[in-house]
């Protein structure tokens, strides 16, 4: 293989697959690039598409600090893909963690934008319909009444 080939390899593929998810088909990463410089971060377009595909693992730790503000995700998620790529026989990382469904993804990008006030009144809803729900009945067929 020679230098060029292993320069290209992929060594952080689910990185790099996280990273796509998280800034979705509709934002560019001139824009993302954009958005960390606002930080006085700088990252090429090139780059960034180099983490995307998994052919570079070892971004700066003031990047991922930046990727996780403009993404609205925990530092932490964004270490922990990176070190499951680079350390996959580790005990700590037999387990997978799923990336955010688009939907999921919708739902905490809105709840972000709340006041912490609307924000805790978001949480307590969500605590009193999974309560309902826990102590409702289940509907069987035989349950329903006929019309």
């Not at 990727?67 to 026989?89: E, T």
């Not at 609307?118 to 069987?140: D, G, I, Y």
Request: proline share 7%.
């Amino acid at each position: 293989m020679s230098r060029q080939q292993a320069e290209r390899a992929v060594v952080a593929p689910k990185f790099g697959a996280l990273l796509t998810t998280l800034r979705g088909s509709h934002t560019s990463r001139g824009v993302i690039c954009s958005k960390l410089a606002r930080f006085g971060l700088a990252l090429d377009r090139s780059t960034l598409l180099q983490y995307e595909r998994g052919t570079v693992a070892s971004p700066s730790p003031t990047i991922l600090w930046g990727l996780a503000q403009i993404y609205r995700v925990p530092l932490n998620d964004l270490v922990l893909a990176l070190l499951r790529d680079l350390s996959p026989k580790h005990p700590a990382f037999r387990h997978e963690v799923d990336p955010l469904t688009a939907e999921q993804r919708m739902i905490a990008e809105l709840s972000m934008a709340l006041s912490p006030k609307a924000r805790q009144a978001l949480v307590t809803l969500l605590e009193v319909l999974l309560a309902e729900k826990a102590h409702a009945p289940a509907l069987t067929r035989n349950s329903v009444p006929a019309l």
